[in-house]
């Protein structure tokens, strides 16, 4: 039973959250600064084959348990080069989902390939197998997957879509370090995954990010597109010789030294990030109104973000959604919650609505015998869920138990309230 309790912060009452108890990301230890520091003292700040950025591909590849890795400067650039290396050609469509960061998907634009959206699961946020396969086409070359929040797709039902079709599978881990879906981690189930190291992530670098892959003619491809077309020859040397198109992804050594700093935490920050969103779930059960994370017992969540949802209509208010949740929204940032983005609806972003990529309709008039249309409308479940959604940030170290009781103190606050709130 949920009683009111003091006034709304939105209203002029006190947060529930005292101000500046909300510890920012990433966390900076003296060690992180002493790995940045050791690249400036040794002097060797960039190049394929440099030590920290050669070691963190080392890493990172037997982490994840894949063959290769390259280590890029941003997920962005990851996805890019996945993309390239998954075969896709331009004028190929790859089915991708309707809701994420908008890179997902203009990643495959880069390449002159055609992004094609199917809805998702709404019990996960994550690509639906079904969805995936009504939107097959002749074209279809591969299918891009988001593990979204940090919580794996249903890989086994995106795998046998693409087995049935002869597609590659791209996996987008930009937001999942360290999940696992059936005991095996994230970017190495599919053909090719690609990783942020971006500040924000869970494993941080300033700016970065990774391609993995087991396949040496994907790793190859991916090379080119990295490094100026050039190909990647064993014994290290160069040709300097371009055999397609390429660009420069590399990483900086700071932010390689960096990440890798970071990585030796990374198991204790998940573990961390975990606990306190253990925490939200126990507290938080039961809300009328708050739907909770759903995890299936096959995979786990890193958390990302946690990711609620409100839903109006289980508490009798006849509202519209969308307006609903941002007044819902605002009530908990006024508490001092901290609250991130909600993800897009990309087929709403101009980019789709106008298909004007690089101009003069390209890459959609050219080389692309489709005619594939973008209507918001079409993906309900997505839509649906961008527009509620409550996504809690702040469950980072070194925030505890006590940020995350007062998290709840004020989730209960304002979802005690709700006919104050939602107007
Ligand atoms: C799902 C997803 N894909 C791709 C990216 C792009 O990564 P980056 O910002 O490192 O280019 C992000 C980063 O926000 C992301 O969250």
Same mark, same amino acid.
């Given at each position: 039973m949920l009683k009111v309790q003091e006034e709304l912060a939105v209203l002029g009452g006190p947060p529930a959250v005292t101000a500046g108890s909300v510890s920012g990301w990433p966390r900076i230890t003296t060690a992180d600064k002493e790995a940045v520091m050791g690249v400036l003292e040794r002097g060797v700040l960039w190049g394929a084959a440099a030590p920290e950025g050669a070691a963190l591909q080392d890493e990172w590849k037997d982490y994840v348990g894949a063959k290769h890795c390259l280590v890029t400067n941003s997920g962005t650039a990851a996805l890019h080069m996945a993309v390239a290396a998954a075969g896709v050609q331009p004028g190929d469509e790859v089915i991708t989902t %309707?809701?994420?960061?908008s890179s997902t998907a203009t990643s495959i634009l880069h390449h002159n390939a055609i992004p094609a959206f199917a809805d998702i699961d709404p019990t996960t946020y994550t690509l639906d197998p079904e969805e995936v396969e009504k939107k097959i086409t002749p074209r279809t070359r591969a299918i891009l997957p988001v593990h979204l929040y940090g919580l794996p797709a249903d890989m086994d039902g995106i795998m046998a879509v693409a087995a049935k079709h002869g597609l590659n599978v791209i996996e987008d881990c930009c937001q999942a370090h360290a999940a696992t879906y059936k005991g095996r981690a994230v970017?190495?189930?599919?053909?090719v995954g690609a990783y942020s190291f971006n500040g924000n992530k869970n494993l941080p670098g300033g700016e970065g990010g990774a391609l993995v892959t087991d396949d040496d003619e994907a790793w190859d491809m991916a090379a080119r597109v990295q490094q100026f077309g050039e190909r990647r020859r064993s014994d290290g040397e160069?040709?300097?010789?371009?055999y397609g198109m390429g660009w420069m992804y590399r990483a900086t050594e700071m932010s390689n030294a960096f990440v890798r700093s970071q990585f030796t935490r990374l198991a204790e920050t998940t573990a961390h990030i975990q606990a306190n969103a253990a925490y939200l779930h126990e507290h938080l059960a039961g809300i009328p109104g708050l739907r909770l994370p759903h995890v299936p017992t096959d995979r786990t969540h890193v958390y990302f973000r946690f990711v609620a949802e409100f839903a109006p209509e289980e508490v009798g208010l006849d509202v519209e959604p969308a307006a609903a949740s941002e007044q819902v929204r605002e009530a908990l940032r006024a508490e001092g919650v901290g609250l991130g983005r909600a993800e897009f609806l990309l087929p709403r972003m101009t980019l789709f609505q106008e298909k004007q990529g690089y101009g003069r309709g390209c890459p959609w008039e050219c080389r692309y015998g489709g005619d594939i249309t973008y209507r918001p409308e079409d993906y309900p479940h997505a839509a649906k869920a961008v527009d509620r959604v409550i996504p809690l940030m702040?469950?980072? %170290? %070194?925030?505890n138990e006590t940020l995350m009781a007062a998290y709840v103190r004020a989730i209960k606050k304002v979802f005690g309230q709700l006919e104050r709130v939602v107007t």
């Open positions: %309707p809701m994420s960061w970017g190495a189930i599919g053909h160069r040709e300097y010789n371009v702040g469950l980072t %170290p %070194p925030n």
